[in-house]
C-alpha cells in the first residue's frame, strides 16, 4: 500500500475515556494505525498489545474496552454498519472481539470518531454520552439492573430517538462470562465477555449522537458503486427467500447436511427441525424484517409473539433449540428474548445449558444440585428457569455463568463431551462431518466462533478437496472474513450470500479513502491482525501448546449414530496433518508460534520487542 | 393532492439509505443528519414504533406562516425555502408539526425535503420499495 495519508474514510480522532478519573481526552488516530491495521478489529489488537499489561485480570481497572469502527463504517457503502468491541477476556483470558450491526458504528463517525477505548473502573454506575466531538460520563444509578430495551428506551427518551445506545443488561452487571454488548434492541455483539467487563466497569451504556459528516476523497464514485450494488441485489432471485427468512432459512440446510447441534452436539439431525424451522418462524412468528445501517439485504426477522417483541436467527434458534432438544418455536423464541433482555450470549448460553442438561442426563448434576429444576433434554420450562438462575448466578446457575471451562473443572468428567475451545463455547455448527470447519473454530483467534470462517458450505461442496487446498481456503477465507470484513467495517453477508464481488470493497476502500489499495494488501493486513492476535494470547498465557488449537473430543471420538451420516467422525489423524499444513502456511512453528521472520515480513518487528519485554522470545 | 413523499413505516427496515443519498445529492456529503427524510426506530413497551420525518408540502404550510422573513415559499405544490432570505433563526422547524425539518450545527438553513426536482433519491434507492413519490 502506498505510504500516503489516508484522505478520507477516518474522522481521525479516537475518544478515550478514564472512568476511574471521571475524564476523557480525545486523540489523534495515529496514521500507523490506520496504514497498518485498516480499523476494527485491527485497532483492537494493536491497542490491546501496545496499552495494556501482560497478564492483567481482565475484570480488573487494568482492562480495555475498545469499540472500534473501520473505514468504510457510516459511508454509504452497502451494509457498512458495523461497529466491532473487544477486550482481554475474562472467559478464555486471550483476546475477544465481536462485531455488532445496527447504526452505533455510522453514529460514532458522524459524532467524529474512529473508536471510543474506555479505561478504568467507576465506583458507581455510569454512562458514556457522546455527542458532536463532546463527551460526558453521565450517572446511571437509576438504569443499574435494568434489562436491555429498558435501558435503551430510558436513554433515547432523555437524549432523541436519533440517539444510538450500546449497554449492557443485568447479565453483564453480573459478570456472566458470556455476557454481551447489545444495541437497537438485539443487535449484539461480544461474545466472549465484553459485557462483564463493561459490568465489572460500572459502565451500563453509552449513548451516541452525531451530527457531523465523514470526509471521504470520492464521494460520487462511492453513490454510483452503492446505486449499482443495490440494484443488482435488489434483482437477484436470492433477495425474496433471504429477506423473509434471513439466516433462518440455514436451520433446514444444517439438519439435511447433518451439521445442526442437537443435544449439546451429540447428534447432528433434529427429528423435529421442521418445527423450528424458517418457515414457521415465517408463517407464525414473523412481523417485519428490519436491516443495519445501508443493508440492501435486510434480514432482521422481527418476531411477535404475545407481547413481546423479539429478533431470530439461525445461532440462537439452533443452539436455544435444536441443542437443547426443544422444538416449541414460541418457547426458543421466548428464551431468545431473555437473552437479548439481560444482554447475554444465546450461543453460549446454549451451549452452557446443553452441556448442564447432559450432565443431568447422566447423573452428574441431581436435581438436589439444580434445585429441583429437572434438566433435561426438551425441558423448555427447566432451561427458563435455568436462564434467571445464571443471570442473577443463584445456586448451580452461578457456575453456570462462569461457562463450560468452569463446568469442567467442577465435573472432570464433563471434559468429554464440553464442546468449546479456547474456553469459548462452540457455535452452532456441528462438525462430526467438517474437519476443516472443526479447524476453523479451533483456530479462530477469539476462540470457537464461526465469524472468522464458515468454512463448512464450501467444505461440504466440495468433498473432494485435499487437505492441502482445504486448508489454504480456510486461512483465505480467515483472511477475508477475520482480516478484511472485522476490519473495513462493513457486513460480509452481501458477499456470503449474494456473491458480491470483493472487489466492489476494494474499490469502495480506494474512493473512501484515496489510498491505492490492493486484495493483496488487505492480505497483508489480515496476516498482520491474526499474528499480532496469537502473540497477544502467547503473551497473556505465557506460552503456547498445539492442543489449544484442537477441537472438542467429542468430534474425534464419538461417531454420529443417526441421521444420514451415521458414524461420522473426525480422523484425529487428518486433523493432525491440517493444523500442520495451517500452522506452516501461517509461518507459525509446529506448535502453533509465530516465527520472527513471518513477523518481520510482516512489518512487525515492534511485537517481536513487545514479546521480548514480557520475556517471551518467539523462534526464529 | 399535493406532490410529496410518503414512506410505509411496516415495510420500512430502517436501514438509513434514503438519508444517506439524501445528504449526498443536497449537501454532497456523507452526514445521515443532513437529509430531508428522518427514519427512527424503537421498540416502546414491547411495540415497535418506526417514525418517518418528511416534508408533506403542505398547504398552506405552517412552516411558512411561521417565517418572519417570508423565506418559505410554495412553488408547483413543493414547500421551499429561500436560503438568501432565511436568517437560520429556526421558527419553522418549531412550527412544524411533523417535525419534518431540522436545524443542523453549522448548517444555516433547515434541512427539509425538497423533492428533488420531481424524481426523488430516496425513491429510487429504498431496497423495500417503502418510500413512494406520490405526485400531484
Redesign the interface.
Known amino acids: 500500500m502506498s505510504q500516503l495519508d489516508p484522505k478520507g474514510g477516518y474522522t481521525g480522532k479516537i475518544l478515550r475515556v478514564d472512568l476511574s478519573r471521571r475524564k476523557y481526552r480525545i486523540e489523534e488516530t495515529p496514521r500507523d494505525l490506520m496504514i497498518r491495521f485498516l480499523g476494527g478489529r485491527g485497532f483492537i489488537a494493536k491497542i490491546l498489545l501496545d496499552e495494556t499489561a501482560p497478564h492483567i485480570d481482565p475484570l480488573s481497572p487494568d482492562n480495555k474496552v475498545i469499540f472500534a469502527t473501520g473505514p468504510l463504517t457510516?459511508?454509504?457503502v452497502a451494509g457498512s454498519g458495523k461497529c466491532v468491541v473487544g477486550c482481554k477476556s475474562p472467559e478464555s483470558g486471550g483476546y475477544c472481539d465481536g462485531n455488532f450491526g445496527g447504526?452505533f458504528g455510522?453514529m460514532l463517525k458522524?459524532a467524529g470518531f474512529d473508536a471510543i477505548v474506555i479505561e478504568g473502573r467507576s465506583e458507581r454506575p455510569v454512562y458514556i454520552y457522546v455527542e458532536?466531538g463532546q463527551c460526558e460520563i453521565v450517572n446511571a444509578d437509576d438504569l443499574w439492573g435494568s434489562t436491555t430495551?429498558v435501558c435503551?428506551?430510558t436513554l433515547?427518551e432523555r437524549h432523541g430517538?436519533?440517539c444510538a445506545v450500546a449497554c449492557i443488561g443485568p447479565a453483564g452487571e453480573n459478570l456472566v462470562k458470556y455476557a454481551n454488548v447489545i444495541h437497537?434492541?438485539g443487535r449484539a455483539g461480544g461474545r466472549p465477555g465484553v459485557g462483564a467487563v463493561l459490568g465489572s466497569k460500572k459502565l451500563k451504556a453509552i449513548v451516541v449522537r452525531?451530527?457531523?459528516?465523514?470526509?471521504?476523497h470520492d464521494?460520487d464514485s462511492l453513490?454510483v458503486m452503492?446505486?449499482d450494488v443495490?440494484r443488482k441485489?435488489?434483482d437477484s432471485q436470492f433477495y425474496d427467500t433471504w429477506?423473509r427468512q434471513g439466516t433462518m432459512v440455514t436451520i433446514l440446510w444444517s439438519n439435511e447436511n447433518s451439521c445442526l447441534p442437537v443435544r449439546n452436539f451429540r447428534e447432528a439431525v433434529f427429528e423435529n427441525a421442521h418445527k423450528i424451522s424458517g418457515e414457521v418462524m415465517e408463517k407464525f412468528l414473523k412481523?417485519?424484517?428490519?436491516?443495519?445501517?445501508?443493508?440492501?439485504?435486510?434480514c432482521?426477522n422481527?418476531c411477535r409473539f404475545g407481547?413481546?417483541?423479539v429478533e431470530l436467527d439461525y445461532e440462537q434458534v439452533a443452539m436455544l433449540g435444536a441443542n437443547l432438544g426443544i422444538d416449541d418455536m414460541l418457547h426458543v423464541a421466548y428464551m431468545v428474548k431473555l437473552s437479548d433482555e439481560y444482554g447475554m450470549d444465546t450461543i453460549s448460553l446454549g451451549n452452557v445449558l446443553g452441556l448442564a442438561m447432559e450432565l443431568y442426563e447422566r447423573g452428574l448434576i441431581t436435581s438436589e444440585d439444580t434445585g429441583g429444576v429437572e434438566l433435561r433434554f426438551g425441558n423448555a420450562e427447566a432451561a427458563t428457569q435455568m436462564i434467571e438462575m445464571i443471570v442473577h448466578r443463584k445456586g448451580i446457575g452461578s457456575i453456570l455463568a462462569e461457562g463450560v471451562a468452569k463446568l469442567v473443572e467442577k465435573y472432570p468428567e464433563a471434559r468429554k463431551f464440553a464442546m468449546q475451545c479456547k474456553n469459548v463455547e462452540i457455535s452452532a455448527y456441528n462438525c462430526h462431518i467438517a474437519p476443516g470447519m472443526a479447524l476453523a473454530y479451533a483456530t479462530s483467534p477469539i476462540g470457537a466462533h464461526h465469524k472468522d470462517a464458515w468454512f463448512i458450505s464450501i467444505e461440504l461442496k466440495n468433498p473432494d478437496m485435499s487437505i492441502e487446498e482445504k486448508v489454504q481456503k480456510l486461512i483465505w477465507m480467515q483472511n477475508i472474513r477475520g482480516g478484511l470484513f472485522e476490519c473495513i467495517g462493513t457486513c460480509r453477508l452481501q458477499w456470503v450470500e449474494f456473491g458480491l464481488d470483493l472487489d466492489y470493497y476494494i474499490r469502495a476502500l480506494r474512493a473512501a479513502t484515496g489510498l491505492e489499495i490492493t486484495l493483496s494488501d488487505l492480505m497483508t493486513i489480515a496476516e498482520r491482525v491474526y499474528n499480532v492476535i496469537r502473540c497477544y494470547w502467547i503473551r497473556e498465557l505465557g506460552h503456547w501448546k498445539r492442543e489449544y488449537d484442537y477441537p472438542p473430543q467429542r468430534w474425534f471420538e464419538e461417531p454420529l449414530t443417526s441421521g444420514p451420516r451415521k458414524g461420522a467422525r473426525i480422523d484425529r489423524e487428518t486433523y493432525e496433518k491440517m493444523l500442520q499444513l495451517y500452522y506452516k502456511y501461517r509461518g507459525w512453528t509446529e506448535d502453533g508460534v509465530p516465527r520472527k521472520e513471518t513477523l518481520r515480513k510482516l512489518g512487525l518487528e515492534d511485537i517481536i520487542e513487545a514479546l521480548r519485554a514480557s520475556d517471551i522470545e518467539l523462534p526464529d | 393532492m399535493v406532490p410529496r413523499i410518503e414512506v410505509d413505516t411496516e415495510r420500512c427496515v430502517c436501514c438509513h439509505l434514503c438519508e444517506l443519498v439524501c445528504s449526498y445529492r443536497h449537501f454532497h456529503s456523507v452526514s445521515t443528519s443532513r437529509s430531508g427524510i428522518r427514519i427512527t426506530f424503537t421498540i416502546f413497551k414491547d411495540d415497535v414504533l418506526v417514525d418517518a420525518r418528511v416534508c408533506r408540502h403542505c398547504d398552506p404550510p405552517y412552516c411558512a406562516r411561521a417565517c418572519e422573513y417570508d423565506a418559505i415559499v410554495v412553488n408547483n405544490g413543493i414547500v421551499t425555502i429561500l436560503g438568501d432570505r432565511c436568517t437560520g433563526c429556526g421558527d419553522c422547524v418549531k412550527a412544524c408539526p411533523y417535525g419534518a425539518l431540522r436545524k443542523v450545527p453549522n448548517v444555516k438553513v433547515p434541512i427539509k425535503c425538497d423533492l428533488c426536482g420531481g424524481d426523488p433519491e430516496c425513491v429510487k434507492v429504498c431496497p423495500t420499495g417503502a418510500i413512494r413519490y406520490v405526485s400531484a
Open positions: 457510516g459511508l454509504p447504526y455510522p458522524y458532536d430495551s435503551e428506551t433515547k430517538r436519533e437497537d434492541y452525531g451530527t457531523g459528516e465523514i470526509p471521504v464521494l453513490i452503492l446505486r443495490v441485489l435488489r429477506t412481523y417485519r424484517t428490519r436491516g443495519c445501517f445501508a443493508c440492501p439485504t435486510p432482521g422481527l407481547k413481546h417483541v
